[in-house]
C-alpha cells in the first residue's frame, strides 16, 4: 500500500519569505510524487512531479521539490513567498502498490502575510 | 497543457432527483478517468475508475448504484448522481490520465459543487 504524510495542516510566512510545505511518502516501490495546488472551489492544477528521472524537480510558479529516497521525503519549497501563493497544497503519490491511482495527503493550507 | 473541464460548475436539487456530471478532456484522449469526492477542508477521496468503454471500478464503500459512472468515448466520462440525498452533497472533482509513456500524471477539472435541498 501506498501512503502520504503531510507535516502541518497549516503554514503561516511572511511575503517574501522561504516556503516549506513538508510530505514523506510510503511505497513498497518506487514511487511518482506530485505536488497540486488548489484554490478556493477550483479543481487541482499541478504544480510538480517526480517521475524517477532527476531528484530535483522545478515547477511552475517557482516551486520545486526534492526527492530524498534516504528520507522518504518529498518536500516543496518555494524561495520567495507571494500573496498569490495563498491556497490549499496536496502532496500526492502513485505507482507501487496504488497502480494508477493516486492517494493524497490531507493538504497544508498556506497562508502569506503581509 | 492538459486541459479537463466539468459541467456544471454548480447544481442545486431536490432530493430525491438524479443529477447527472460530466468530465470532458478537451485537448487529448483520455482511456482513464478518475472521480473524485472532496469534503469542506478535507482531501480528496477516489470515488472510482472510469475506463473507456468498459464498466468503471469503484472502489471499496462506494455504492455503485448510486453513483453510475459512464465513460462512453474517449474524451468524456460522466458521473450520475442518483435519487441524491442531503449527505450527496460535496464537491465532486474528476481527472483524466494523460497516456504518456512513463507518466501517471492526471489532469484535474474544476470541480462541481453539488447541493441537494
Known amino acids: 500500500a501506498q501512503s502520504v504524510t503531510q507535516l502541518g495542516s497549516h503554514v503561516s510566512v511572511s511575503e517574501g519569505a522561504l516556503v516549506l510545505l513538508r510530505c514523506n511518502y510510503s511505497?513498497?516501490?518506487?514511487?511518482?510524487l506530485f505536488w497540486y495546488v488548489q484554490y478556493p472551489n477550483q479543481g487541482l492544477q499541478l504544480l510538480l512531479k517526480y517521475t524517477s528521472a532527476a531528484t530535483l524537480v522545478k515547477g511552475i510558479n517557482g516551486f520545486e521539490a526534492e526527492f530524498k529516497k534516504s528520507e522518504t521525503s518529498f518536500h516543496l519549497t518555494k524561495p520567495s513567498a507571494h500573496m498569490s501563493d495563498a491556497a490549499e497544497y496536496f502532496c500526492a503519490v502513485s505507482g507501487g502498490g496504488g497502480g494508477n491511482k493516486l492517494t493524497f495527503g490531507t493538504g497544508t493550507q498556506l497562508k502569506v502575510e503581509l | 497543457g492538459a486541459v479537463v473541464s466539468q459541467h456544471p460548475s454548480r447544481v442545486i436539487c431536490k432530493s430525491g432527483t438524479s443529477v447527472k456530471i460530466e468530465c470532458r478532456s478537451l485537448d487529448f484522449q483520455a482511456t482513464t478517468m478518475f472521480w473524485y469526492r472532496q469534503f469542506p477542508k478535507q482531501s480528496l477521496m477516489l470515488m472510482a475508475t472510469s475506463n473507456e468503454g468498459s464498466k468503471a471500478t469503484y472502489e471499496q464503500g462506494v455504492e455503485k448504484d448510486k453513483f453510475l459512472i459512464n465513460h462512453a468515448s474517449l474524451t468524456l466520462s460522466t458521473l450520475t448522481v442518483t435519487s441524491a440525498h442531503p449527505e450527496d452533497s460535496s464537491f465532486y472533482i474528476c481527472?483524466?490520465?494523460?497516456?504518456?509513456?512513463?507518466?501517471?500524471?492526471?489532469?484535474f477539472g474544476p470541480g462541481t459543487r453539488l447541493l441537494v435541498l
Open positions: 481527472s483524466a490520465r494523460v497516456p504518456t509513456a512513463g507518466s501517471e500524471t492526471q489532469y
Open positions: 511505497s513498497s516501490v518506487p514511487p511518482y
